[in-house]
């Protein structure tokens, strides 16, 4: 099964930027998505295809994808911001997702 | 506007089953398949697996073989995922997601159900 792999935490002050990586064997070669999840409530879209925004998410928010590693950058960051990240994409040998393990965003 | 709304919360002694139901709104149900994922406290997003509501077919995550099934009723537009045996580490709060396709024509989660609640507890 493909594997992502995220770092447990991440922090930032507000107004700084705070970029969440995820890895995976090649995963320039597939399309990431973001999602944002906050305790109790279910998770939110925030990036698909790499870094393309759903309507409703602020510019805030963008994603990269080169090489072996996908990027969630999120620029000014704001105490709202703090939230769990988890990167998504799709196995296609066993046809179906896979999602991170997660990153706790604390801003400070 | 596309709404999956899910049922209430649920307790259930290890070794019995339960039966979460997820009824979608604003869409054709037979469209796009139903998927369901859970997440545990402390874990992360954990997939369960899949079902087409055309035809029935499923996939399951390996972690899951044997203990899950997903069903459906197309005449109400609802799935359904029946987790059988549970033990305590099956609590957790278990979502119904409908996909969208990415560029490349896999599968991506904009909308999800507010989740479920299923408490496994002596």
């Known amino acids: 099964s493909y594997v992502l792999t995220q770092p447990p935490s991440v922090s930032a002050a507000p107004g700084q930027t705070a970029r969440i990586p995820c890895g995976g064997n090649?995963?320039?070669?597939?399309?990431v998505h973001w999602y944002q999840h906050t305790p109790g409530q279910a998770p939110i879209l925030v990036i698909y295809?790499?870094?393309d925004r759903p309507s409703g998410i602020p510019e805030r928010f963008s994603g990269s994808n080169s090489g072996n590693t996908a990027t969630l950058t999120i620029s000014r960051v704001e105490a709202g911001d703090e939230a769990d990240y988890y990167c998504q994409v799709w196995d296609t040998t066993n046809d179906h997702p896979v999602f991170g393990g997660g990153t706790k965003l604390t801003v400070l | 506007q596309v709404q999956l709304v899910q049922s209430g919360a649920e307790v259930k002694k290890p070794g019995a089953s339960v039966k979460v139901s997820c009824k979608a709104y604003g869409y054709t149900f037979t469209g796009q398949y139903m998927h369901w994922v859970r997440q545990a406290p402390g874990q992360g997003l954990e997939w369960m697996g899949w079902i087409n509501p055309s035809s029935g077919g499923t996939n399951y995550a390996q972690n899951f073989q044997g203990r899950v099934t997903l069903t459906r009723d197309t005449s109400i537009s609802t799935a359904y995922m029946e987790l059988s045996s549970l033990r305590s580490d099956d609590t957790a709060i278990y979502y119904c997601a409908r996909p969208l396709y990415d560029s490349s024509g896999f599968e991506y989660f904009q909308h999800w159900g507010q989740g479920t609640l299923v408490t496994v507890s002596s």
């Open positions: 090649n995963i320039r070669s597939k399309s």
């Open positions: 295809d790499d870094s």
